[in-house]
């Protein structure tokens, strides 16, 4: 069964902190993997889409890197700001197959 | 532009009371999905539409049925409910089931008492 972990669950920054989000999966035979966003009590935000083929995305001051060798995706925010303090989820999906999220690491960002 | 549109947002349900949740998109995608989601163990998939005129069991389908109405809307019901199926429930689409950015509704917090 593939599994998908991010650690740590919870993480407090001050403001202005660069920080880097993981997300780590079982099996490397990824077809693309997904960051998200989810504030307190509504759905999920497209961040970014990493195709298998691609080793990073930016959008903004957003930037995530997939290694699949090592089974791994960071998430990098730079400049972090209390807007951001939300949970992110990865989500990996397989060729054909759906996604598999991990549990989220919940951010808060300290004015 | 709406997106993925979950109603309702809020439910209480009884056990043993029947619902079905409704969903739509307006993106003229494909592919469409259910998930829930619990505290500590993420988004776990229910049942997906990979097309027009199917349907499939994911990860955690007992309980629940579902209907590709046509390609804009994907329902899911619960025949008779149970407290287990306290959860937050999400619809979401993609163009096709394999290799595109999926797009998530607002959720529905359902509540079996």
């Known amino acids: 069964k593939q599994e998908v972990t991010q650690i740590p669950a919870a993480l407090s920054v001050p403001e202005g902190e660069n920080l880097v989000l993981n997300c780590s999966f079982t099996?490397?035979?990824?077809?693309?993997l997904q960051w998200f966003r989810q504030d307190p009590g509504k759905g999920l935000t497209s961040l970014l889409l990493?195709?298998?083929?691609?080793r990073e995305q930016t959008s903004g001051r957003l930037n995530a890197s997939l290694d699949k060798s090592s089974g791994r995706s960071t998430l990098y925010i730079a400049a972090s700001q209390p807007g951001d303090s939300a949970t992110y989820l990865c989500?990996?999906?397989?060729?054909?197959?759906?996604?598999?999220f991990g549990t989220g690491t919940r951010l808060t960002v300290i004015p | 532009n709406a997106g993925v549109t979950q109603t309702p947002k809020f439910q209480v349900l009884k056990t043993g009371q029947s619902m079905t949740l409704q969903c739509a998109q307006d993106?003229?995608?494909?592919?469409m999905y259910w998930y829930r989601q619990d505290p500590g163990m993420g988004l776990r998939l229910i049942y997906y539409?990979?097309?027009?005129?199917?349907?499939d069991k994911g990860e955690v389908p007992n309980g629940y049925n579902v209907s590709r109405l046509n390609k804009r809307e994907f329902s899911l019901r619960l025949e008779s409910a149970a407290p287990s199926q306290t959860s937050v429930y999400f619809c979401?689409?993609?163009?096709?089931?394999?290799?595109?950015?999926?797009?998530f509704g607002q959720g529905t917090r359902l509540t079996v008492v």
């Open positions: 979401a689409s993609s163009e096709y089931r394999g290799s595109t950015e999926a797009f």
């Open positions: 099996d490397s035979a990824i077809y693309n």
């Open positions: 990493i195709q298998s083929s691609q």
């Open positions: 989500a990996v999906r397989y060729w054909a197959n759906n996604l598999f």
């Open positions: 993106m003229n995608h494909n592919s």
């Open positions: 539409s990979a097309s027009e005129g199917t349907t």
